[in-house]
């Protein structure tokens, strides 16, 4: 799995565009059904923060870096499968 850049925010404004750590606040978070996903990807390209790694030689092989994720949902909304689900963040899928 790719580690992200680690950075500290100073002030009100960020003057680098990167991934902070935010997995301590997110509400929500992606859940993937993998006997629907086909692993195209398309919530790795769509993911604005750049945390899921898709791995297609596994069958579990869609990866999230819970330390960035947001759970803003876009994964799911755009997953053409319709296989990721938001679920509340420490709940269990169903």
Known sequence: ???????????PVAATFTSANTGSWR??????????????GTC????PAGII??????????YFDWNYCKGCGICANE???QCISMIPEG???I
């Open 1 to 11: 799995m790719r580690e992200q850049e680690k950075c500290n925010l100073l002030g």
């Open 91 to 93: 709940g269990e899928q």
């Open 53 to 62: 790694v898709v791995d297609k030689t596994v069958k579990e092989g869609v």
């Open 27 to 40: 509400l929500e978070r992606p859940a993937v059904n993998f006997d629907i996903c086909v692993k195209c």
């Open 79 to 81: 997953c053409p499968k």
């Open 44 to 47: 790795a390209r769509y993911c």
